[in-house]
């Protein structure tokens, strides 16, 4: 079952935002695959402490994005296909990025000081 234990709260964006991004971060990284289980959105509520109309907003959006799907009796699961994998991917990667680059250009960083750093810093692949 896809546990939500781990997920730390901030300001910046709503919570219900904030717990698909977490799931869709777990899906990136491999921790959770297609089929696996969701909680009940009252166990969700309870293993994060949130509201329990917060869960169901969170239900709403990750089933409207396709990778979560109902069951029948509440129960939900995860449902991946490559595309949604894909999509995935490429949006929290584009996530990253435009925030790395947002706070580099409010630091008046150039873009080849940038460039340079990421290269000395990344190292040999």
């Known amino acids: 079952m896809v546990s939500f234990q781990g997920i730390h709260f901030h300001e910046r964006s709503p919570v219900y935002q904030q717990i698909a991004e977490y799931l869709k971060r777990q899906i990136m990284l491999g921790v959770v695959e297609d089929g696996e289980q969701m909680p009940s959105r009252r166990e969700l509520a309870a293993q994060t402490g949130i509201n329990p109309n917060t869960a169901q907003k969170a239900y709403r959006l990750m089933t409207e994005e396709g990778y979560v799907q109902n069951q029948g009796n509440n129960l939900s699961q995860v449902h991946l296909t490559p595309e949604l ?8 990667s584009r ?11 409010e630091n008046h960083l150039s873009y080849r000081k940038v460039i340079t750093l ?5 190292g040999e692949e």
């Open 118 to 122: 990421i290269s000395d810093m990344w």
């Open 85 to 92: 994998r894909d999509w995935i991917e490429d949006e929290l």
């Open 95 to 105: 996530g990253l990025v435009q925030q790395f680059v947002t706070d580099a250009k």
